[in-house]
């Protein structure tokens, strides 16, 4: 690819994703905003990297398409700063914008995957007239779990702000859970199935 960035992977008491805080030498990473400003701590944005290992330019493509004014490669990955660390959240495209901010599907997701009795959890984003879009979630419960989903919520608030908090829930099975051919979960399909389950437009 045209960068590569690695990390220990750890496991930490309430993870958020994968941390990054040791790059290779040769990299300057940052996180910005839209219109490239370094973001504030708690904050998400793309991560964006520069150095002599990152590849110059891309085939056939203008390079001020994809590297800033001061020569930072847009990843299109997205970040959460946490002090020295940046937390990848996901991908720019997976992200949800509710009542006028980001939410990463990712980052709520580690959060309820980290509560009792939920075995996975799939947050996407549906239209809505009032917010734009509406968080909710399609929720795996673990074998022989029963989950009171007034009780995830509650748990969620006190885990996460609350614009990120999903709204609605619906329990599926893990056969429910669509499969694209390159064994990723098919978001577009788990849209569409919890629409029609909560009686509201894709």
């Known amino acids: 690819g045209p960068y590569s960035l690695g990390d220990e992977l750890r496991a930490p008491g309430r993870p958020l994703c994968a941390p990054l805080d040791r790059f290779a030498p040769g990299y300057e990473v940052r996180v910005a905003d839209e219109r490239d400003r370094p973001v504030a701590d708690g904050e998400t944005g793309e991560i964006q990297v520069r150095g ?9 493509m203008e390079r001020a398409d994809y590297f800033t004014a001061d020569g930072y490669y847009h990843t ?13 959240v996901g991908r720019n495209g997976d992200m949800i914008k509710t009542a006028g901010s980001n939410v990463s599907p990712a980052e709520v997701e580690m959060e309820m995957q980290a509560l009792d009795g939920v075995h996975s959890a799939y947050v996407v984003g549906l239209p809505d007239q009032e917010r734009g879009q509406l968080v ?23 885990r996460l702000s609350a614009y990120k908090v999903p709204r609605a829930y619906v329990s599926i099975s893990r056969a429910d859970v669509p499969m694209l051919i390159s064994n990723k979960v098919a978001r577009r399909q788990i849209a569409t199935m919890l ?8």
């Open 76 to 88: 299109g990955d997205l970040g959460l700063v946490e002090g020295n660390r940046i937390h990848f």
């Open 195 to 202: 629409a029609e389950r909560l009686g509201r437009a894709a």
């Open 136 to 158: 909710v979630a399609a929720v795996v419960p673990r074998e022989g779990a029963t989950l009171d989903f007034d009780e995830v919520q509650k748990q969620l608030r006190g």
């Open 52 to 60: 002599y290992p990152v590849t110059p330019g891309l085939h056939k």
